[in-house]
C-alpha cells in the first residue's frame, strides 16, 4: 500500500471515530416542533409559542369508558387522588369539589377581592339589602345547598358570585360528584401537566403513569377501559410512531440494498466495499447536523436512510467502472463528472439548508454533509481496497447489456415522450396550482385519535380553539388589566349575541388594581353594621345574627392584592388554570394573555371583522384565528422554499454551464431532468394530492439524482466523440442501471411509511429517479448501425 493510499486510509479512520463519537454524544428527538416553521407576524409568533410551549401543550384529557356509573365515578375518584400525589401533574380536575377544598378556602378568604359583584354600591343599604334577597332567594334551590353553612359569613353571596363567574361558558356535567359525558358512558378527568409540552419524555412519563394507576384500578372494575387524549398524548405518539417508522426503513433499506448489491456482484467483500461511502455519509450527516442545530430530529434519520440509495451510488460507479482500467484511468476519466454531480446535488441541497423551517434545514445539510462524505470516501478510500475495481464478476456483464439494449431502443420513443412531456407541462399550466399543502398535512396523528381528542374536549367544554384574542404586556399586573378592559367590549359583544363566551384569567384573578378597588369599597366595621341594620329591617336575616359577616369584612380590608405567585402556593389548581390562559414573561420576553372565544351556535366562527372593531384601540392586542394563521403560515414558508428551489435550480443550471461550455450540451443534460420534474409533478397533480414542502424536497430530489445519469450519459458521447468503435460502455451503463434500481428501492420503500413527510419525499423520488434515467437514455443521439454514438461533441473536461 503506497503511502498516500495509507494515509487516506488513516484519515478516514480517524475522521469516522471522530463522527461516531459526535453520533454517541448527539440528542435525538423525535417531535414535530422542528417542522414548524419560524413565525414572521406577532400573531404567528404567539400562536407558534403555545404549539410549542404553551400551557395548553401540557394538557392531558381523560376519560374513563364503559362500566357501571358507581364503577366510573369511584375510578374518577381514585385516579385523581393517585395523580394529584404524583407529583408529575400541576392540577388535577375531575368535577370533585372536595379535593378543591384549599383552593375553596383560599378563595373564601379572598372573596371580597375576587367577586366582581363587589362595588361601593354592594355596601350601601340598597346594595346590601338586594344581595341578601338574592342569597335567601337561592337557598330554596339545589345551587343554594353548599351556601347553607356560609350563610351568616357570607349573606351578600360572594362565593356564588365567584363561582358564577369563574365557571366556563360550556362547563361539563357532573353526576354523582365527578364529570361525566352528556352522551356516552365516560367519567372525565382533566390535568396538567408538570413537564413542558416540548419535554415528550417527560409527557410520557406523566401517561404511562396514567396508564400504570388505571390498570391497578381496572382489575377490580374490568368493564372499564381508558381513553388518553391532547398534545403531549400525540406527541409521544407521533414520536414512537417516526421512531418506528425509521427502524423500519433503515432495517428494509439495507437489507434490500444488501440483497441487490449481493445479486449485481456476486461478491461479499464488493458489497463490504460498497457499504463504506453509505457508512461515511450517514455519520458525516449526524454528526453535521448535532453539531449545527444541538439536536437530530428523527425525520432527519428517517430521510438520512434514503442516503443509502444514493451515497451507494458512487461505490457502484466506481467498483464496476474501474474494472476496465483500474483506479488510476476512473479517477481521470469518470470522477469528474461524479464530482459534477456531486456539484449540482449540493447545490440543490443548499436551497433547503437556509429553509425557514428547522427539520428542512437538517435535511439540507444532512444531504450535503453526507454525500460529500460519500463521495470523498469513494474518491479517496475505495482505491484502497479495491484499486482494480470489484471483485466479483455478478450479473454485471447482464445488466449491461440488457441496459445497452434498452439504450438503443429508447430513442425510438423520444418524439412519444417528448409530447407527454409537454402534455403534462399544458396542465400544470391551466389546472389550479397543486401547492396547497397545510402543516396538518405533516402530522402522522391517525384520523381516530383526532375523533377520540374532539369527542372528549366537547364533553368537557374545551372545545378546539379557533379564533383567539392574544395580548401582550410588559408585566402581569398591566396584562391582567388589559385582559379585564378586552373582556369589558367582549362582553357587550355576547350580549349582541356575537360571542357565546369567551375564556380569561382576569375572571380567575383580578388585576391588582381591580383587587385594590374592591378592597376600598369594603365599608369600616361601624358603617357597615349601621347599614346593616337598616338593609335587614323586617327581613329574614337579623343583623344581629350577623356579627362574623362584619368580622370577614374586616378581616379582609387589610389584605394585599393576590398574586399568580401567590395562587401557586396557596391555590396550585387555580394558578394552573389561570397559567393556561396567561403565560409568565421574563428575560425580555412580554407576558402573554390568551382569552379563547366561542362562536354562537350555527355560527361558522366568529365574526371578525366584528371583533376587531370592538378591540381596535386597545394596546398590544391581536386577534389570532388559528386555522387562518396556520395555513398563512405554511403557505408563506411554501412560497419561500419554492423561490429557494427555483435559485437552487439556477446555480445547478450555471454549474452545469460553466463545466459543459456548450449550450448544446447544457440543453442535452437538462431536457431529462425538467422532463422528470414535470412529468412527477404532473402526475401528483392529477392524483389529487394536496402538494407541500416535503414535496418540493422530493423534486429537489429528483433533479439532483437525475443529474448524475444525464451528466454520464453525456459523457458517453463525449468518449464516442474520441472515437469510441463499440458504442456505449457497457460498465458504465451496468452501473447506471444498479445505481438507478438502489436509489428508487431506496426512495419506494420510504413512499410507504406511514408519517405522511417522509412518505411524501418517497411518492416523488421514486418515479422521478426512474424517469430520469429512462429520459436520459432516450433524448441521447441516435446511434448508427454498429452500435456507436453520433454527433460527436467535445470531451468532458477532467477538472
Keep these: 500500500m503506497s503511502g498516500l493510499r495509507s494515509r487516506a486510509l488513516w484519515g478516514w479512520l ?56 358507581a364503577q366510573r365515578t369511584e375510578a374518577s375518584l381514585q385516579l385523581a ?19 378543591d377544598a384549599a383552593t375553596g378556602e383560599f378563595l373564601f378568604r379572598h372573596r371580597y377581592l375576587f367577586s366582581p359583584a363587589v362595588s361601593a354600591e354592594r355596601f350601601t ?36 358570585r365567584m363561582a358564577e363567574a369563574m365557571l366556563p361558558a360550556n362547563a361539563p356535567r357532573s353526576d354523582g360528584g365527578v364529570w361525566v359525558s352528556r352522551e356516552q358512558p365516560r367519567a372525565l378527568l382533566l390535568a396538567t401537566v408538570r413537564a413542558d409540552g416540548g419535554d415528550l419524555d417527560g409527557q410520557a412519563k406523566a401517561q404511562a403513569l396514567v396508564r400504570g394507576r388505571f390498570a391497578a384500578l381496572a382489575a377490580t372494575a374490568p368493564g372499564l377501559t381508558l381513553e388518553l387524549s391532547g398534545p403531549g398524548v400525540f406527541g409521544v405518539a407521533s414520536r414512537t410512531r417516526i421512531q418506528g417508522e425509521v427502524e423500519r426503513l433503515a432495517t428494509a433499506g439495507t437489507v434490500a440494498m444488501v440483497v441487490l448489491l449481493l445479486v449485481a456482484f456476486g461478491s461479499l467483500r464488493a458489497l463490504g466495499i460498497a457499504l463504506l461511502p453509505v457508512a461515511s455519509g450517514v455519520l458525516a450527516g449526524i454528526a453535521a447536523v448535532d453539531l449545527g442545530f444541538g439536536q437530530i430530529h428523527g425525520m432527519t434519520l428517517g430521510f438520512g ?35 459534477l454531480g456531486l456539484w449540482t446535488s449540493l447545490a440543490g441541497f443548499a436551497a433547503l439548508a437556509f429553509s425557514g423551517f428547522a427539520g428542512l434545514a437538517q ?78 398535512a405533516l402530522s402522522p396523528v391517525p384520523a381516530d385519535a383526532l375523533a377520540l381528542d374532539a369527542a372528549l374536549r366537547a364533553d368537557l367544554g374545551a372545545s378546539e380553539a379557533g379564533t383567539l384574542v392574544a395580548i401582550e404586556a410588559p408585566d402581569e399586573a398591566t396584562a391582567l388589566q388589559r385582559a379585564e378592559q378586552a373582556g369589558a367590549r367582549l362582553d357587550a359583544l355576547v350580549a349582541q ?134 395555513d398563512a403560515l405554511y403557505a408563506h414558508y411554501l412560497q419561500q422554499a419554492r423561490w429557494q428551489a427555483g435559485l437552487g435550480a439556477l446555480a445547478v443550471v450555471a454549474l452545469l454551464a460553466w463545466h459543459l461550455r456548450s449550450a448544446r450540451r447544457l440543453g442535452r443534460v437538462l431536457l431529462p431532468l425538467a422532463a422528470s420534474v414535470v412529468l412527477v409533478l404532473a402526475g401528483l397533480t392529477l392524483s389529487g394530492q394536496a402538494l407541500g414542502i416535503l414535496h418540493l424536497v422530493g423534486l429537489l430530489l429528483v433533479a439532483a439524482v437525475g443529474s448524475n445519469y444525464a451528466l454520464f450519459f453525456d459523457h458517453l458521447q463525449a468518449v464516442a466523440g474520441l472515437g469510441a468503435a463499440d458504442g456505449p460502455d457497457a460498465d458504465t451503463l451496468a452501473s447506471l442501471l444498479m445505481a438507478n434500481v438502489t436509489t428508487v428501492v431506496s426512495f419506494g420503500l420510504l413512499a410507504t411509511a406511514s408519517v405522511p413527510a417522509l412518505a411524501a419525499v418517497g411518492q416523488a423520488v421514486a418515479p422521478g429517479a426512474l424517469l430520469a434515467l429512462v429520459l436520459s437514455a432516450t433524448f441521447m443521439p441516435a446511434q448508427g448501425r454498429h452500435g456507436r454514438i453520433d454527433h460527436p461533441q467535445t470531451p468532458a473536461r477532467a477538472h
Excluded at 436512510?305 to 482500467?325: K, S, W
Design 14 to 69: 480517524a475522521l469516522m471515530a471522530l463522527a461516531v463519537w459526535g453520533c454517541v454524544r448527539a440528542t435525538y428527538v423525535a417531535d414535530l416542533s422542528a417542522f414548524l416553521p419560524a413565525a414572521p407576524t406577532g400573531e404567528q409568533r404567539v400562536l407558534m409559542a403555545q404549539l410549542q410551549n404553551g400551557a395548553t401543550a401540557r394538557v392531558l384529557m381523560i376519560g374513563l369508558r364503559g362500566g357501571e356509573p
Design 81 to 99: 387522588e393517585a395523580l394529584r400525589g404524583s407529583g408529575l401533574f400541576e392540577a388535577v380536575h375531575n368535577g370533585d369539589h372536595a379535593a
Design 125 to 160: 343599604v340598597d346594595g346590601l339589602r338586594e344581595g341578601i334577597a338574592d342569597t335567601v332567594a337561592l337557598l330554596g334551590t339545589p345551587a343554594g345547598v353548599p351556601l347553607k353553612p356560609l350563610l351568616w359569613r357570607d349573606p351578600t353571596g360572594e362565593t356564588v
Design 305 to 339: 436512510t434514503t442516503l443509502i440509495g444514493e451515497a451507494v451510488d458512487y461505490a457502484i460507479y466506481y467498483l464496476v467502472q474501474a474494472r476496465a482500467g483500474g483506479h488510476t484511468q476512473w479517477q481521470r476519466t469518470r470522477w469528474p463528472t461524479v464530482r
Design 363 to 440: 435535511l439540507g445539510v444532512f444531504s450535503m454533509s453526507g454525500l460529500v462524505a460519500a463521495a470523498l470516501t469513494t474518491r479517496y478510500l475505495l482505491p484502497v481496497f479495491a484499486p482494480q475495481g470489484s471483485p466479483g464478476q455478478g450479473l454485471r456483464v447482464a445488466l449491461g447489456r440488457m441496459t445497452a439494449t434498452l439504450c438503443a431502443a429508447l430513442p425510438r420513443w423520444r418524439r412519444p415522450l417528448l409530447s407527454l412531456t409537454l402534455v403534462a407541462a399544458g396542465l400544470l399550466a391551466v389546472l389550479p396550482s397543486p401547492w396547497r399543502g397545510t402543516l396538518a
Design 497 to 630: 349575541g356575537a360571542l357565546l363566551g369567551y375564556d380569561s384569567p382576569a375572571r380567575l384573578l383580578p388585576s391588582p388594581a381591580t383587587q385594590l378597588v374592591r378592597r376600598a369599597a369594603l365599608p369600616e366595621a361601624g358603617v357597615l353594621r349601621e347599614r346593616l341594620a337598616q338593609a335587614t329591617e323586617g327581613g329574614p336575616l337579623p343583623a344581629a345574627k350577623l356579627g362574623a359577616f362584619i368580622d370577614e369584612v374586616q378581616g379582609q380590608r387589610p389584605l394585599a392584592p393576590v398574586t399568580l405567585a401567590d395562587l401557586k402556593t396557596a391555590a396550585p389548581a387555580l394558578a394552573s388554570a389561570v397559567q393556561a390562559q396567561l403565560t409568565p414573561g421574563g428575560a425580555g420576553q412580554p407576558w402573554t394573555v390568551l382569552m379563547n372565544l366561542q362562536a354562537p351556535p350555527g355560527a361558522q366562527g366568529v365574526d371578525a371583522a366584528r371583533l376587531r372593531t370592538a378591540l381596535h384601540d386597545l394596546p398590544e392586542t391581536r386577534i389570532v384565528q388559528i386555522g387562518a394563521e396556520l
